[in-house]
């Protein structure tokens, strides 16, 4: 039996990138997957058409969950079209890199409400479900930047170390009704955004890592089938580095 047979899931900001990753490993073991895309139609389309095709429920919505009232129709929907959802992944997420003696408030707002903000929107959101069902396990993407800090991130790492306290909080409040709630967080990872860059600072980069390379979308993946699955039933309020051990 596949792990995630059964299981409902959804994952914000999957039409790419890690995101995506973690759409393809939930469907290749057996979940239903609901996912929500932004930018790009096509994308996002071309997604769901792909996870069909493995031979499950999929379903993309084009949904801002930094938008309270947005985010909670996005859950109605998932639930109305699935029947219920039993795992939530809060993935979306933007970066606005710059120094802070250069940041805007713009700047710094706009990566809190998009990090931060939708991830308390959709797990709000979805609460109530949850606890009806007595059941379920919330997936928050933090990054190492959360922990340690990075020059030139403060707004980034201001919402990813967010996200742990979030995390730790909810799992907290929410575990005598079934519910976990975990955080990963992925140091460097190989995605689309970092095909632009240089590949000698690349290299660097995989050479300060004890594991002499940069992680796949697909690690990152792995790691959220377990957490959505039922091996990790006793497994809440952690936070999961997958880092290659970036940060000790």
């Given at each position: 039996m596949k792990l995630l047979e059964g299981k409902v899931a959804l994952i914000t900001g999957a039409s790419k990138g890690i995101g995506k990753a973690i759409a393809q490993q939930f469907a290749a073991q057996g979940a239903s997957v609901a996912f929500t895309y932004l930018s790009s139609v096509e994308k996002g389309q071309a997604l769901e058409e792909e996870l069909k095709a493995q031979g499950v429920e999929a379903k993309g919505y084009r949904s801002d969950a930094s938008d309270m009232e947005?985010?909670?129709?996005?859950?109605?929907?998932?639930?109305?079209?699935?029947?219920?959802?039993?795992?939530?992944?809060?993935?979306?997420?933007?970066?606005k890199?710059?120094?802070l003696m250069r940041m805007s408030e713009d700047q710094f707002n706009d990566v809190i409400r998009v990090n931060l903000n939708s991830v308390f929107n959709t797990v709000k959101a979805a609460t109530r479900t949850f606890m009806?069902?007595?059941?379920g396990s919330i997936i928050n993407m933090t990054s190492v930047v959360g922990i340690k800090g990075n020059a030139g991130q403060s707004n980034y790492a201001a919402s990813k170390a967010g996200i742990i306290g979030f995390t730790k909080s909810i799992a907290q409040?929410?575990?005598?009704?079934g519910i976990r709630s975990n955080a990963i967080a992925p140091g460097f990872i190989k995605t689309e955004m970092t095909e632009?860059?240089?590949?000698?600072?690349?290299?660097?980069?995989?050479?300060?890592?004890?594991m002499k390379r940069a992680g796949k979308p697909e690690d990152v993946a792995d790691a959220c089938v377990f957490l959505a699955s039922d091996m990790s039933a006793y497994v809440s309020g952690q936070v999961i580095q997958v880092d290659g051990a970036m940060l000790t």
């Amino acid at each position: 039996m596949k792990l995630l047979e059964g299981k409902v899931a959804l994952i914000t900001g999957a039409s790419k990138g890690i995101g995506k990753a973690i759409a393809q490993q939930f469907a290749a073991q057996g979940a239903s997957v609901a996912f929500t895309y932004l930018s790009s139609v096509e994308k996002g389309q071309a997604l769901e058409e792909e996870l069909k095709a493995q031979g499950v429920e999929a379903k993309g919505y084009r949904s801002d969950a930094s938008d309270m009232e947005a985010a909670q129709e996005l859950i109605d929907s998932v639930v109305k079209d699935f029947g219920k959802l039993d795992v939530l992944v809060n993935n979306a997420g933007i970066t606005k890199d710059t120094l802070l003696m250069r940041m805007s408030e713009d700047q710094f707002n706009d990566v809190i409400r998009v990090n931060l903000n939708s991830v308390f929107n959709t797990v709000k959101a979805a609460t109530r479900t949850f606890m009806k069902q007595k059941s379920g396990s919330i997936i928050n993407m933090t990054s190492v930047v959360g922990i340690k800090g990075n020059a030139g991130q403060s707004n980034y790492a201001a919402s990813k170390a967010g996200i742990i306290g979030f995390t730790k909080s909810i799992a907290q409040e929410l575990g005598s009704r079934g519910i976990r709630s975990n955080a990963i967080a992925p140091g460097f990872i190989k995605t689309e955004m970092t095909e632009v860059l240089d590949p000698k600072i690349v290299e660097a980069w995989e050479q300060g890592i004890p594991m002499k390379r940069a992680g796949k979308p697909e690690d990152v993946a792995d790691a959220c089938v377990f957490l959505a699955s039922d091996m990790s039933a006793y497994v809440s309020g952690q936070v999961i580095q997958v880092d290659g051990a970036m940060l000790t």
